[in-house]
């Protein structure tokens, strides 16, 4: 069981940078792969991009690869998504999630079903 809370979206013109935040309560943290979705008005949830349990993968939705970057910090319980050169098509609530895992994995999860744990979100709008 863990609680997530997502910080740092905003308003920002394109072009410009965000980075957000997920803070997870728990003291098994490293157990859980990590992910980011969006979901932007009248569209379906998607997937923006995700962390394995271990940090080891990375992986990214082609839209925002090369601008956005996931990252984690255990002993913060802690997970990133800085987000550079930001586009009016990101505008959306950024949900983070995360799934419990017990054995050691690389993997990476990329649809919202394989989660167990959802944030409230953080709104994200990015000006033309």
């Known amino acids: 069981q863990v609680q997530l809370v997502e910080s740092g979206g905003g308003l920002v013109q394109a072009g410009g940078s965000l980075r957000l935040s997920c803070a997870a309560s728990g003291r098994t943290f490293s157990d859980y792969a990590m992910g980011w979705f969006r979901q932007a008005p009248g569209k379906e949830r998607e997937f923006v991009a995700g962390i394995s349990r271990g940090g080891r993968s990375t992986y990214y939705a082609d839209s925002v690869k090369g601008r956005f970057t996931i990252s984690r910090d255990n002993a913060k319980n802690t997970v990133y998504l800085q987000m550079n050169s930001l586009k009016p098509e990101d505008t959306a609530v950024y949900y983070c999630?995360?799934?419990?895992?017990?054995?050691?994995?690389?993997?990476?999860?990329?649809?919202?079903?394989?989660?167990?744990?959802w944030g409230q979100g953080t709104q994200v709008t990015v000006s033309s």
């Open positions: 999630a995360t799934r419990r895992l017990y054995y050691s994995s690389s993997r990476v999860f990329v649809t919202p079903g394989e989660y167990d744990y």
